[in-house]
């Protein structure tokens, strides 16, 4: 992560101006329910209900498969593919870009299938610091790429806004290929992830539906809602660094 290089104020600044995109949304003072697209995501109905859902990358495409309504946020990357998930319905879209926002929008407007509300433009090295601000940054003997993927990403960014709680679903280090196709993909990054979600696991505003997730890294698992609820946390919304 060397190239990831932001200073407190730059961060601080960063925050805010996503924090702001996500009140106008008005899920920044919800519980968030992050969605991966792992096998046979776990999703009980009560936290879907009551948490704001971020869909990772196309994971959209298992929540209409399953009759999910539209996501509240998606974190997109900027190469993957809109072929593969054209019927994206999310209100808001945080996309992983390096051009300005009228130029992404008039890339949507070819795609008229893509249903959104609001869009808010993250670039890679952002992307980076962020992970590397709520980890305190990936040794260079881990991994071969030196980068999570998205999905450890999008929890990194949750926590760095300040969210009430993040809880995982449809994460896994194990379990090969993805929720919406059948393709049985390699799973890649897994030493990357799992440094990172090592080191976020003790924190008491970070959970997962997926038993298997838990077993293999320790995040504290989570059956309904009442289980995420009964935990107390502290305030995080105004500290940069998310940590309670």
């Given at each position: 992560m060397g190239e990831a290089k932001m200073d407190t104020e730059e961060l601080q600044a960063l925050r805010e101006t996503h924090r702001r995109w996500l009140t106008k949304l008005k899920i920044l003072d919800k519980p968030w329910l992050?969605?991966?697209?792992?096998?046979?995501?776990?999703?009980?109905?009560?936290?879907?209900?009551?948490?704001?859902?971020?869909?990772?990358?196309?994971?959209?495409?298992?929540?209409?498969?399953l009759g999910l309504p539209a996501a509240d946020v998606t974190f997109r990357k900027r190469k993957k593919s809109w072929e593969e998930h054209?019927?994206?319905?999310?209100?808001?879209?945080?996309?992983?870009?390096?051009?300005?926002?009228?130029?992404?929008?008039?890339?949507?407007?070819?795609?008229?299938?893509?249903?959104?509300?609001?869009?808010?433009?993250?670039?890679?090295?952002?992307?980076?610091?962020?992970?590397?601000?709520?980890?305190?940054?990936l040794p260079g003997d881990i991994g071969e790429t030196g980068h999570v993927t998205n999905?450890?990403?999008?929890?990194?960014?949750?926590?760095?806004v300040g969210v009430p709680s993040v809880?995982?679903?449809?994460?896994?280090?194990t379990v090969m290929g993805h929720s919406y196709n059948?393709?049985?993909?390699?799973?890649r990054q897994i030493a990357e992830d799992t440094y990172v979600?090592?080191?976020?696991?003790?924190?008491?505003?970070?959970?997962?539906?997926?038993?298997?997730?838990?077993?293999s890294i320790g995040i504290r698992h989570v059956y309904g809602l009442q289980d995420i609820l009964e935990i107390p946390r502290a305030d995080c919304s105004r500290s940069l660094t998310g940590r309670h």
């Open positions: 992050v969605l991966g697209s792992a096998p046979h995501p776990t999703l009980p109905p009560d936290i879907v209900a009551h948490c704001a859902r971020m869909d990772v990358n196309n994971a959209g495409k298992t929540a209409n498969m054209p019927d994206v319905r999310t209100r808001g879209l945080l996309w992983l870009h390096t051009r300005p926002l009228w130029v992404m929008r008039l890339k949507l407007l070819m795609k008229p299938s893509v249903r959104y509300h609001s869009l808010m433009r993250a670039t890679k090295e952002e992307r980076e610091a962020i992970v590397e601000h709520m980890c305190g940054g999905g450890v990403a999008a929890l990194c960014y949750a926590l760095f809880t995982l679903a449809g994460f896994s280090l059948e393709k049985g993909s390699t799973r979600l090592s080191k976020l696991r003790e924190r008491p505003d970070v959970f997962t539906t997926e038993q298997g997730l838990s077993d």
